[in-house]
């Protein structure tokens, strides 16, 4: 079967977004730029293995850019680039459904998975 990554846009956007954590960490970056550490104590249920992994992929699909800086210790800060920064708005629109979904979740008595 042929991909649809590269011709079709949902396809492409799942494939780019893969990952438990993707969004969240797009949503900490559009906050502001944060080092690994800022990273991981504002998203506690991530494993470092995981977050450094989501980093990478991240930064391989362009979302995000890492900087080192030439210190000792090496200070490694991570920022939206110019492509994450216009995903500030499907988080923004993220954000509204999620909350809206949460309060139907609680009008209904709907257990709330982990």
Do not use: H
Not at 17 to 40: D, M, P
Not at 73 to 82: F, G, I, K, N
Not at 101 to 112: A, C, G, Q
């Amino acid at each position: 079967m042929k991909s649809v990554y590269g011709s079709c846009p949902f396809a492409t956007t799942q494939r780019v977004l893969q990952g438990k954590w993707a969004i969240v960490i797009l949503f900490q970056l559009s906050t502001g730029t944060q080092r690994f550490n800022e990273l991981e104590r504002n998203i506690p249920d991530i494993t470092r293995s995981m977050l450094t992994r989501q980093l990478r992929q991240l930064e391989d699909d362009r979302l995000i850019t890492r900087k080192v800086y030439a210190e000792v210790p090496p200070r490694v800060e991570y920022s939206l680039s110019d492509m994450g920064e216009k995903f500030r708005k499907v988080l923004e629109q993220i954000e509204i459904f999620g909350l809206e979904y949460i309060e139907e979740l609680k009008k209904t008595n709907t257990p709330i998975r982990s």
